[in-house]
């Protein structure tokens, strides 16, 4: 496996290059600077792949002047960057692919959600592949292929000692995943880049896909975000600082999460629970970001045990979702609420046939009562529940019954 920014390993490459294999067009998508560039010209140099950055200003006249032109003239493999800067290439691509169905043909890198371009999902649907690219995961930081997923999924977890991660916890919260950020050898320099990048995203990106009148709410409205991650999305909430209508802020929510910043994380249903919660839990896509937005260097999240919990749960939602992109299976995800209040922080299905669930505590220990949500959503889900974990920073792997572990968070990136 090749090596990307700061020679960590992409665990994403394997399903890179598997597609690759047999997909006409395939396209890395994630947010600005998660390694998408990186990657891509790693895997296309190897097989001899040209490359083209639809940043660059001539090559994107080029391509949205004459895209037919454009596309007819490129060498036999490529690797087109940024394509959302010129979405008229598409039907371009199309016409190119449906004259000559050649696997890997066109290699796409796209930083805002190009999924949602009509003329994308008119021209290539049925030809193309699609690898989401995260920020770098913990595991890929320790060079470690990890095994969380299988083990939550088929055989549990045995009982052994760990070590605490203590503070350790909460500079890797801190840190983020972007490798640029983890290029830096400071956390106030790392905290510098986080700033710049938002406020180049909100300034280019942002201001690439809508005309809005209010730039200058997006980074306040960003912030809010980030004080609300791992809690139900209230945009009456978010609304409120500004002078603009719940449906304006609800647009620029999307916006935000059409460059990657903010995800929803939607509800998990069941016919046999009448009494659950149908509002999505709102997450930044990085702690990095939500972090340096909030003020909060390690000590300061170390010290603040309601921030440390929110934003404790989107690292890990985060971690496990980067996992997950990599995944042989799909894997899709959810949280759990009743109207009670009782919840489990994400919810897992593998295929459409298996559920678990996971908990997240920032405490050393943890209790019977902890896993509440979690036996309720065993209840709901019926045999299709396979596990419940709490994950913890303590040290044992301790048993709570028939399908429920206590394991401790550093779990998630070490061979378990």
């Known amino acids: ?4 920014a700061l020679h960590y390993p992409r665990f994403a490459e394997s399903i890179l290059v598997e597609t690759l294999g047999d997909t006409p067009v395939v396209l890395i998508h994630g947010p600005r600077q998660c ?4 990657l891509a010209q790693a895997v296309g140099e190897a097989r001899g792949y040209s490359y083209f950055n639809l940043d660059d200003d001539v090559t994107r006249a080029a391509a949205t002047e004459d895209p037919v032109g454009f596309v007819g003239d490129l060498p036999e493999r490529v690797v087109l960057d940024e394509v959302q800067r010129a979405p008229g290439i598409f039907a371009a691509l199309k016409t190119a692919v449906d004259r000559r169905r050649v696997p890997g043909r066109f290699l796409l890198t ?6 949602l371009v009509p003329t994308l999902a008119d021209s290539l649907a049925g030809r193309m592949g699609i690898v989401r690219l995260h920020p770098l995961a913990q595991c890929e930081l320790a060079e470690e292929p990890p095994g969380f997923l299988e083990v939550l999924f088929t055989r549990g977890f045995k009982a052994r000692p760990a070590e605490r991660l203590g503070p350790a916890l909460a500079e890797r919260i801190v840190a983020g995943g972007f490798p640029p950020a983890l290029a830096r050898s400071t956390s106030r320099r790392r905290q510098a880049w986080y700033r710049d990048y938002v406020e180049s995203l909100v300034q280019r990106d942002v201001r690439n896909l809508a005309r809005i009148a209010s730039f200058d709410a997006l980074p306040r409205l960003l912030t809010l975000a980030a004080g609300q991650t791992a809690r139900l999305i209230n945009v009456s909430d978010l609304a ?3 002078q603009l209508s719940r449906p304006t802020i609800r647009d620029y929510v999307t916006l935000l999460e059409r460059v990657f910043l903010l995800e929803e994380l939607p509800p998990w249903h069941s016919n046999r629970l009448s009494r659950l919660i149908k509002t999505p839990k709102l997450h930044l896509t990085d702690t990095g970001v939500a972090c340096t ?7 300061a ?3 603040d045990r309601t921030f440390l919990g929110r934003l404790l749960e989107t690292f890990v939602y985060q971690e496990l979702r980067r996992q997950a992109s990599w995944h042989e299976d799909e894997l899709r995800f959810h949280h759990f609420r009743d109207k009670d209040g009782v919840e489990a922080d994400v919810v897992l299905e593998r295929g459409g046939r298996e559920l678990a669930g996971v908990e997240v505590k920032a405490s050393a220990t943890v209790t019977a009562a902890d896993f509440r949500g979690l036996r309720k959503l065993k209840d709901a889900a019926g045999k299709r529940f396979v596990q419940g974990v709490v994950l913890y920073d303590g040290e044992t792997y301790a048993p709570f019954g028939e399908g429920m572990y206590a394991v401790p968070i550093r779990a998630l990136w070490e061979t378990t």
């Open 1 to 4: 496996m090749s090596a990307t």
């Open 35 to 38: 390694g998408k560039t990186t």
């Open 110 to 115: 796209g930083s805002a959600d190009v999924l």
């Open 240 to 242: 409120s600082p500004f």
């Open 293 to 299: 937005l909030l003020g909060l260097d390690a000590a």
């Open 301 to 303: 999240l170390h010290a």
